[in-house]
């Protein structure tokens, strides 16, 4: 890492701290000194001089955290700052996950889940193409450096409609025609939510068929795999089997087995990314430090066919006596576990996460709210989802301690939050969200590196930089060498850590003391500030 410079002066020095490189090296004692946007020095510099020092002794400096799954294309529109992601380390986010992007978002009627989303907030969709959308955020400016993936539901909902049907030809041309324009644009892959309509009605030939426009852009596929309980081994081979007929790297997204039944799947779907790496294909895959994931509610709960088409459709079958109850049998026969309503229900630990219409049910378990209704727990379920139109997530504590250590330790796996970026205060602290979304990044230092030793303090960084710099291409961000760019976050190994809860999401971590975007401090002592010295950064 060392290196001497000619240079006597620079923007920016960082003196004395242990450096993590992001290779997965163990850090040395190490200055480094800015000129600009860039690192222009590494090793004893103190016979330099610079406009700005910042004391690290004591301290483990790190290149910027490369959060490689989130869902802030959604908040960027109406929270530039994105406070909680700064203030876990992170200076690159990856949006547009899980079938979602809100570059292909238009003013059809297929597009409400948006809109609904961003009414309260007062943005509004005023772009028609994805270099468009991209163009807005460069002009408004944003936080952390800003990744955009091609959503393949947003992209059927653009051509298509939520119609449950394949594509016709036509139709099929005109998607590749879009995905190949937001390629141009800058986009670096596709992603697909297959749990979700409506990217769940995509087959594996239009998938692969995507994904080769794709490919021709040196880009890669993400997906949400379209089960990630009962059947999550078969849905894995599913995206395996895209990515062979495609010819492109593979990310799984938040690789994790739901329910108590299905833990331990996960050792074969690692072997499976093990053995489709030594056959040759990129598989690589993230995960967030938790134990409980957080969905809509009727995802969830309800089987596929009840949820197919717009949300006013499932409303009206759900208000239909017959097909309601033709709903309700298929839950129980899925999931007979559900009809129990004791102390140790399972809908004790499923809990209700965003319900704008209902705030002060959010955070409660639906175990306790039916019973306080006088009703099943299923009815109530129902009977919510018809109040909201569908609109409202909820919280599932079904995630084994063994199954993310296991998927931590893996050598592929990336750390990526699932978040959108949000700040404390203000509407958006009204919603109970998933803590990752404030806390992912020092929760892993804190408690699965420092207190319970998953994995060491440097593989874990190389999780957060290196590993997710290298699977988006990214040659000069994710690493601590002279050339790259100062993404840099600085942090305390003895105190940091989240302190995000499910019942209290909206809180900073702690023990990280400075962040710098491109050079520039984002987050200090005084916490997070509004300088959006981020880039939307642009695959070409």
Not at 77 to 87: E, H, K, M, N, W
Not at 423 to 440: C, F, L, Q, V
Request: glycine share 10%; hydrophobic share 40%; proline share 4%.
């Amino acid at each position: 890492m060392n290196s001497t410079s000619l240079i006597e002066n620079f923007d920016t020095i960082i003196r004395g701290g242990t450096v993590f490189d992001g290779t997965g090296s163990e850090a040395v004692l190490c200055d480094i000194g800015i000129s600009d946007d860039r690192i222009v020095a590494l090793g004893e510099l103190s016979q330099s001089h610079s406009h700005q020092e910042i004391d690290a002794s004591g301290l483990r400096v790190s290149p910027g955290f490369i959060d490689i799954h989130t869902h802030s294309d959604i908040s960027v529109t109406y929270d530039p700052d994105q406070a909680s992601a700064i203030g876990m380390g992170v200076t690159t986010q990856v949006t547009g996950n899980c079938s979602l992007s809100l570059g292909f978002v238009n003013q059809s009627a297929a597009f409400d889940f948006e809109r609904r989303w961003l009414a309260p907030h007062k943005a509004k969709i005023d772009w028609e193409s994805f270099d468009g959308f991209l163009k807005q955020i460069e002009n408004r400016g944003v936080a952390t450096n800003f990744i955009p993936l091609a959503g393949n539901g947003s992209l059927r909902k653009r051509v298509i409609g939520m119609e449950d049907r394949a594509a016709t030809s036509t139709e099929m041309n005109e998607m590749c025609t879009l995905l190949d324009e937001a390629m141009q644009a800058g986009v670096w892959g596709l992603t697909s939510g297959l749990e979700y309509t409506p990217s769940s009605y995509a087959t594996v030939a239009e998938l692969a068929e995507l994904c080769q426009v794709v490919a021709k852009h040196g880009g890669f596929y993400a997906t949400h795999l379209r089960n990630e309980g009962d059947t999550l081994v078969e849905a894995a081979q599913e995206a395996i089997d895209v990515v062979e007929i495609a010819g492109l790297p593979l990310q799984l997204s938040h690789h994790k087995a739901e329910g108590q039944h299905n833990w331990g799947k996960i050792k074969t779907t690692l072997a499976m990314v093990d053995d489709a790496r030594h056959r040759g294909l990129d598989v690589q895959l993230d995960q967030y430090p938790y134990t409980a994931f957080m969905t809509s509610l009727a995802v969830q709960i309800l089987p596929p066919w009840a949820r197919s088409g717009t949300a006013e459709e499932t409303t009206e079958r759900l208000v239909d006596k017959q097909k309601r109850q033709a709903i309700r049998d298929e839950i129980i026969e899925s999931h007979p576990e559900w009809a129990d309503i004791s102390a140790f229900s399972p809908w004790v630990g499923i809990q209700i996460g965003v319900c704008r219409g209902r705030h002060e049910i959010q955070g409660r378990n639906i175990a306790e709210l039916a019973h306080e209704a006088g009703v099943s727990p299923i009815d109530f379920v129902l009977d919510l989802l018809v109040e909201t139109n569908g609109y409202v997530s909820a919280v599932n504590f079904a995630i084994g301690e063994q199954d993310i250590a296991e998927i931590m330790q893996h050598p592929w796996t990336s750390i990526g939050s699932d978040g959108v970026g949000t700040h404390p205060g203000g509407i958006a602290s009204e919603d109970k969200i998933h803590p990752r979304t404030y806390g992912t990044f020092p929760r892993v230092l804190g408690r699965y590196v420092r207190e319970l030793g998953v994995i060491s303090e440097a593989q874990a960084i190389h999780k957060m930089t290196g590993l997710p710099a290298a699977r988006m291409g990214l040659k000069d961000r994710g690493r601590i060498a002279v050339g790259c760019f100062a993404d840099i976050t600085i942090y305390n190994p003895d105190t940091v850590g989240d302190l995000a809860t499910f019942d209290d999401p909206h809180q900073y971590a702690i023990g990280i003391s400075t962040v710098l975007v491109n050079g520039k401090v984002a987050l200090d002592s005084a916490g997070p500030n509004t300088a959006r010295a981020g880039r939307v950064l642009r695959h070409r």
